[in-house]
């Protein structure tokens, strides 16, 4: 059993947009054990669908469309499959008076008339109910082979899926072969040096488990595939490999699942009672930003200063004056005082530090853009560390958010 997903819209292709539909889709996928094969994005043009739709159909047994269901003019998908399943254009009654209803909600609104079209499904279809939007999905079967086709909104698109086609391939599209993927979470080794540690065991991997690398500024997630007949044997057999690397690369390893570094830390932290602040100069919250996008993260995280000037720096973390004439604001001795600062000032355990030199412009000659100054305080100990990234701004930030996360991981382990 194979899948593929297609994904309409010109915005999609210059850039406007990014699409985050097919990896939610795919990974939804392969929780039924049924792998995606092709991605496939293409424009709102009635020639483009129908060739996507016959590549697809030729290779796999799963196709999932999404987009161009609206009621404008450049919403051709219906019209197009239509034409491609040799079928035609009817009115649902019960998607209309859902449609009219939600205008009616919008306090009081009229529908406009082009909006009635949004009721037409495929004549041999199953109509896909949309309880959250206006837009219905459509399921269509043709030689064994099942196609679904849904709106490019996201929240609509998760609801049709979870709702309505998830449940249908359940049921009825059962796979003999199983995908079992198990991950591993890596800091502070790069990818190539990961890989030559671990290569005589990779040499051993069988056919039917595949290991790929997932890298990331500063850490390196690896994923182990395997695919066969047997579950049982199968994630026996990939664990066994997993096992072997972990404890080959146990002093880099963070996590043993399918988790976020910012996870890991937020659940580490919480588990252990541990609080956190940051003081952020070059890093302008970013890290504060991460780690607050972690769900329970308050039960860890107490609070952030953004401190661009030096003003900030002495007024909100009492850094001293003198600290930043004679040594400058990215120095090691400043993101010392702007970490012990933000302990001071939030009541934590620790907290993180950084200031640098962003880029493109404010380097020197002794301090060369992407020169940044990082401090981790915690109850014992500040550890301060000076990192030349080189790179361009935004790379620079980023490299500075692993390193703070890294540095403060080391110092919590």
């Given at each position: 059993m194979k899948a593929e997903i297609i994904t309409i819209g010109d915005e999609l292709l210059n850039g406007q947009v990014v699409d985050t539909n097919s990896a939610w889709?795919?990974?939804?996928?392969?929780?039924l054990h049924i792998p995606v094969m092709h991605i496939t994005s293409i424009s709102d043009k009635s020639d483009a669908i129908q060739e996507a739709l016959r590549h697809a159909?030729?290779?796999?047994?799963?196709?999932?469309?999404?987009?161009?269901?609206?009621?404008?003019?450049?919403?051709?998908?219906?019209?197009t499959v239509a034409a491609y399943f040799g079928t035609t254009l009817v009115r649902d009654e019960a998607v209309l008076a859902h449609v009219e209803a939600i205008f009616h909600r919008k306090a009081g609104r009229v529908m406009p008339a082009m909006n009635k079209g949004q009721a037409d499904v495929l004549a041999n279809s199953t109509v896909l109910f949309n309880d959250v939007g206006t837009a219905p999905g459509m399921a269509v079967s043709r030689d064994g082979k099942f196609f679904a086709f849904l709106?490019?909104?996201?929240?609509?698109?998760?609801?049709?899926?979870?709702?309505?086609?998830?449940?249908?391939?359940?049921?009825?599209y059962k796979s003999d072969t199983y995908i079992y993927n198990s991950y591993l979470l890596t800091v502070g080794i790069g990818e190539s040096h990961l890989a030559q540690q671990i290569a005589d065991i990779e040499d051993t991997f069988p056919a039917h488990i595949t290991l790929a690398y997932l890298p990331r500024i500063g850490m390196v997630r690896l994923r182990f595939t395997g695919e066969g007949e047997d579950l049982e044997a199968l994630t026996s057999a990939v664990e066994d490999l997993k096992d072997q690397v972990v404890k080959r690369v146990k002093d880099?390893?963070?996590?043993?699942?399918?988790?976020?570094?910012?996870?890991?830390?937020?659940?580490?932290?919480?588990?252990?009672?541990?609080?956190?602040?940051?003081?952020?100069?070059?890093?302008?919250?970013?890290?504060?930003?991460?780690?607050?996008?972690?769900?329970?993260?308050?039960?860890?995280?107490?609070?952030?200063?953004?401190?661009?000037?030096?003003?900030?720096?002495m007024d909100v973390l009492g850094v001293s004056s003198d600290t930043l004439v004679q040594y400058g604001a990215v120095s090691e001795p400043t993101v010392r005082e702007m970490a012990e600062g933000a302990r001071r000032v939030f009541g934590t355990d620790y907290a993180i530090a950084t200031s640098g030199i962003a880029g493109p412009g404010g380097g020197t000659e002794t301090k060369p853009v992407g020169?940044?100054?990082?401090?981790?305080?915690?109850?014992?100990?500040?550890?301060?560390?000076?990192?030349?990234?080189?790179?361009?701004?935004a790379i620079n930030?980023?490299?500075?958010?692993?390193?703070?996360?890294?540095m403060f991981w080391d110092m919590l382990k």
């Amino acid at each position: 059993m194979k899948a593929e997903i297609i994904t309409i819209g010109d915005e999609l292709l210059n850039g406007q947009v990014v699409d985050t539909n097919s990896a939610w889709i795919a990974k939804r996928l392969g929780e039924l054990h049924i792998p995606v094969m092709h991605i496939t994005s293409i424009s709102d043009k009635s020639d483009a669908i129908q060739e996507a739709l016959r590549h697809a159909e030729a290779r796999a047994d799963v196709v999932i469309m999404t987009g161009g269901l609206g009621p404008t003019r450049d919403d051709i998908t219906k019209a197009t499959v239509a034409a491609y399943f040799g079928t035609t254009l009817v009115r649902d009654e019960a998607v209309l008076a859902h449609v009219e209803a939600i205008f009616h909600r919008k306090a009081g609104r009229v529908m406009p008339a082009m909006n009635k079209g949004q009721a037409d499904v495929l004549a041999n279809s199953t109509v896909l109910f949309n309880d959250v939007g206006t837009a219905p999905g459509m399921a269509v079967s043709r030689d064994g082979k099942f196609f679904a086709f849904l709106p490019g909104v996201p929240f609509e698109m998760k609801f049709l899926m979870e709702n309505r086609v998830l449940p249908m391939l359940r049921d009825t599209y059962k796979s003999d072969t199983y995908i079992y993927n198990s991950y591993l979470l890596t800091v502070g080794i790069g990818e190539s040096h990961l890989a030559q540690q671990i290569a005589d065991i990779e040499d051993t991997f069988p056919a039917h488990i595949t290991l790929a690398y997932l890298p990331r500024i500063g850490m390196v997630r690896l994923r182990f595939t395997g695919e066969g007949e047997d579950l049982e044997a199968l994630t026996s057999a990939v664990e066994d490999l997993k096992d072997q690397v972990v404890k080959r690369v146990k002093d880099h390893v963070v996590s043993l699942d399918n988790r976020s570094f910012e996870e890991v830390l937020v659940h580490t932290c919480s588990a252990a009672g541990v609080t956190l602040a940051t003081a952020e100069s070059c890093t302008g919250g970013t890290i504060s930003a991460q780690i607050t996008a972690v769900p329970g993260a308050s039960q860890m995280f107490q609070g952030a200063a953004v401190v661009y000037s030096n003003q900030a720096k002495m007024d909100v973390l009492g850094v001293s004056s003198d600290t930043l004439v004679q040594y400058g604001a990215v120095s090691e001795p400043t993101v010392r005082e702007m970490a012990e600062g933000a302990r001071r000032v939030f009541g934590t355990d620790y907290a993180i530090a950084t200031s640098g030199i962003a880029g493109p412009g404010g380097g020197t000659e002794t301090k060369p853009v992407g020169t940044v100054c990082i401090a981790v305080a915690g109850k014992s100990e500040t550890r301060t560390q000076t990192f030349y990234f080189k790179n361009d701004r935004a790379i620079n930030i980023e490299r500075s958010v692993a390193a703070g996360l890294t540095m403060f991981w080391d110092m919590l382990k």
